[in-house]
């Protein structure tokens, strides 16, 4: 897992990390209407798959889509860009370990 952002607290007996990962999902452009069909599943599938596993089989304590956002992104191929819809969820991860002096 590689995390865009975190934070890790002592509190009490435990250390608490909370990643924040992005998670993106493009579609190619061909026209509006097309790009905006492919992708309007994954508002809210997306968070719901998170939601019904949230421990991710029990690797984490706990996992939800906080916020997402939708936009363009263009790709040059050398010989020509690749114009693509996108939407970016992120995903907040918590995870409570023993809290171990010196870490």
Same mark, same amino acid.
């Given at each position: =897992? !590689?995390?865009? @952002?975190?934070?890790? #607290? &002592? ?5 608490? &990390? ?5 998670? @993106?999902?493009?579609? %190619? ?5 097309? %790009?905006?069909?492919? $992708? !309007?599943?994954?508002?809210?599938? $997306?968070?719901? %798959? ?7 089989? @029990? #690797?984490?304590? @706990? %996992?939800?889509?906080? *916020?997402?956002? #939708?936009?363009? =992104?263009?790709? *040059? ?5 690749? +114009? ?11 995870? +409570?370990?023993?809290? +171990?002096?010196?870490?």
């Amino acid at each position: =897992m !590689e995390a865009d @952002s975190g934070t890790r #607290a &002592n509190v009490g007996q435990l250390t608490v &990390n909370t990643y924040r990962v992005r998670v @993106s999902v493009l579609v %190619a452009f061909q026209d509006n209407v097309l %790009a905006e069909d492919a $992708l !309007e599943p994954w508002i809210n599938d $997306l968070p719901a %798959a998170i939601d019904a596993d949230a421990t991710f089989a @029990s #690797a984490v304590n @706990s %996992a939800q889509v906080t *916020d997402w956002t #939708a936009g363009f =992104m263009t790709f *040059d191929s050398g010989d020509k860009e690749i +114009k693509t819809r996108r939407i970016e969820f992120i995903v907040q991860i918590l995870e +409570k370990t023993p809290y +171990k002096g010196g870490n």
